[in-house]
């Protein structure tokens, strides 16, 4: 089973545009939301994180919303670059299980010059 | 270079063979993971060490797959018997306490022919 979904499966977006990736969830024993980008060949690099007692963190252009009512948070891209053309993994840690990172499937993000 | 380091970073055995990979983590990160990330997919959880006690391991870790971290520093992931299943990038990494991100290594890719 799934612990964390994410959606979509691959995006194209315009040099300039905003890209913007969703990830929900059901464990509510989850606190903390890492959102890691991933070239070919190489390991995931931390992009972004939050903790569900923010609603928003903005880091550069990347910003992360974070809906706690609806188990839901995105990543939002924005002025989105070529060199952003990457996939990008959500994931969530348990205070439970504590050291166990779930992640998403995975959005391959490519962004169109 | 004061990342996560793994070796090698790639390795092509033949089924039935026994291989091991190695992680150093960032100097004084206690926590270390090591994941499996198979194509198209998010890394899975494999098991989890604080200093040089094995904490956690997933029920992905059958009998043949055995780590260890015998000075709390670095560590070692074995395969004994590779199947062609085992075929995969093998991700480490550490963090330096429980409520802190993950960083990760390069990873090794396991080819199993």
């Known amino acids: 089973q799934q612990q964390v979904k994410q959606s979509p499966q691959s995006l194209i977006v315009q040099k300039g545009g905003i890209s913007i990736i969703n990830c929900a969830y059901e464990n509510t024993a989850f606190d903390y939301f890492p959102w890691y980008q991933q070239f070919p060949g190489k390991g995931p690099a931390l992009l972004i994180a939050?903790?569900?007692?923010?609603s928003e963190k903005k880091e550069g252009r990347f910003t992360i919303s974070f809906n706690k009512s609806a188990k839901q948070f995105s990543l939002h891209i924005m002025d989105s670059q070529p060199g952003d053309s990457a996939t990008y993994f959500c994931a969530a840690r348990s205070k439970d299980t504590g050291n166990q990172f779930y992640f998403g499937t995975g959005t391959s993000l490519t962004v169109i010059p | 270079d004061t990342g996560v380091s793994q070796n090698p970073r790639h390795k092509i055995t033949k089924r039935g063979q026994n291989v091991t990979f190695r992680c150093d983590p960032i100097?004084?990160?206690?926590?270390l993971y090591w994941y499996r990330q198979t194509l198209g997919q998010g890394p899975e959880f494999l098991t989890y060490f604080q200093n040089e006690a094995q904490l956690e391991k997933s029920r992905l870790l059958s009998d043949r797959f055995s780590a260890e971290r015998p000075k709390g520093s670095f560590s070692t992931l074995e395969i004994q018997r590779t199947e062609q299943g085992d075929s995969a990038m093998y991700l480490c990494?550490?963090?330096?306490?429980?409520?802190?991100?993950?960083?990760f290594g390069q990873g090794t890719r396991l080819t199993v022919v």
């Open positions: 939050i903790r569900p007692d923010v």
């Open positions: 990494a550490s963090s330096p306490n429980l409520n802190t991100e993950a960083f």
């Open positions: 100097s004084e990160h206690n926590r």
